[in-house]
């Protein structure tokens, strides 16, 4: 069966300091790939997804993704978190919209 | 340009009640979505349309019925509401389906099924 794994369910950063949050998925193939964020009280947004090609993708919001194959990883980044990053982040795996399996979420708080 | 739109945005129904939830996108999309999110998961698909008349079931379609009334709505009805269905439910939409087009999502509603 499909599973996404996000390690961190919870993460606190300092503002203006680097991000990674973690993410692995298990897929028979390699999966398309999706890093969203949810802000309190609102919908998703999606950040950026993979699906072929280079392995590091950017997204909106100065994020970056990285897909690494051998370790069936997803990790997203960011070198300069901004207090406005807090929010939850969810990864994503699947062969299309409709066959998505989402990880649980972690959420990022910032401190000044 | 209102993206994806959702009515109502809080709801409370007692067990057995039915309600429908509605979702409505203005961006030409072929494909809509419903979600559920619960406390502590990631969201689960509970049925989808991959284009106007055309609807199927996703990963916890069971107690929930759906129509797409056209090609910009897609409402999800709850026939005799149950406490395992609390939850916030979002509408999604995109052009396509294979996960190439960027998808959109609504606000959410937030149920509570007493």
């Known amino acids: 069966a499909q599973s996404v794994t996000q390690p961190d369910i919870h993460i606190t950063v300092s503002e203006g300091a680097s991000l990674e949050l973690r993410c692995n998925y298990s897929y028979g193939a390699t999966p398309y790939l999706f890093w969203y964020v949810q802000s309190p009280g609102q919908g998703l947004q999606l950040l950026l997804k993979?699906?072929?090609?280079?392995?590091l993708v950017q997204g909106i919001k100065g994020f970056e993704a990285e897909f690494k194959r051998s370790q069936s990883s997803f990790n997203l980044r960011k070198p300069s978190v901004h207090w406005s990053d807090a929010a939850e982040y969810f990864c994503a795996a699947g062969k299309g919209y409709q066959k998505v399996t989402f990880g649980t979420g972690t959420k990022l708080q910032v401190i000044p | 340009n209102a993206g994806v739109t959702q009515t109502p945005k809080f709801q409370v129904l007692k067990t057995g009640q039915s309600m429908t939830l509605q979702c409505a996108q203005d961006?030409?999309?072929?494909?809509m979505y419903w979600y559920r999110q619960d406390p502590g998961m990631g969201l689960r698909l509970i049925y989808y349309s991959a284009s106007e008349g055309t609807t199927d079931k996703g990963e916890v379609p069971n107690g929930y019925n759906v129509s797409r009334l056209n090609k910009r709505e897609f409402s999800l009805r709850l026939e005799s509401a149950a406490p395992s269905q609390t939850s916030v439910y979002f509408c999604?939409?995109?052009?396509?389906?294979?996960?190439?087009?960027?998808?959109?999502f609504g606000p959410g509603t937030r149920l509570t099924v007493l």
């Open positions: 999604a939409s995109t052009g396509g389906d294979r996960g190439t087009d960027t998808q959109y």
């Open positions: 993979y699906f072929s090609g280079d392995t």
């Open positions: 961006m030409n999309h072929n494909s």
